[in-house]
């Protein structure tokens, strides 16, 4: 029993060393500096227009939160 437990000890330490060589090797190599991004079109932004309505404004009253939600399902009045 004692060599699988130190044949999984090498296993374990061998995935080490091998995890710490390739992230050193990582770390020599130089990103490469061109950017993916592609230019658009400025005709093609004239048409656009939002894909959903924008979201209804925010409710500063307390006394106006508290009287909204009685509306939502789920919700006892």
């Keep these: 029993m004692p060599t699988i437990t130190r044949f999984l000890g090498f296993l ?3 995935a080490a060393a091998a995890t ?3 992230l ?3 770390y020599l190599v130089t990103p490469e500096p061109r950017t ?3 230019p658009i079109d ?3 932004l ?3 227009r939002p894909l959903s309505p924008p979201p209804a404004p925010a409710v500063t009253d307390p006394a106006a ?3 909204t939600p009685a509306s939502l399902p789920g919700k006892a009045p």
């Design 12 to 14: 374990l330490v061998l």
């Design 20 to 22: 710490a060589a390739v």
């Design 24 to 26: 050193a090797l990582a």
């Design 36 to 38: 993916y991004t592609v």
């Design 42 to 44: 400025p005709s093609v």
């Design 46 to 48: 004239a048409g656009a």
């Design 65 to 67: 939160a508290d009287a």
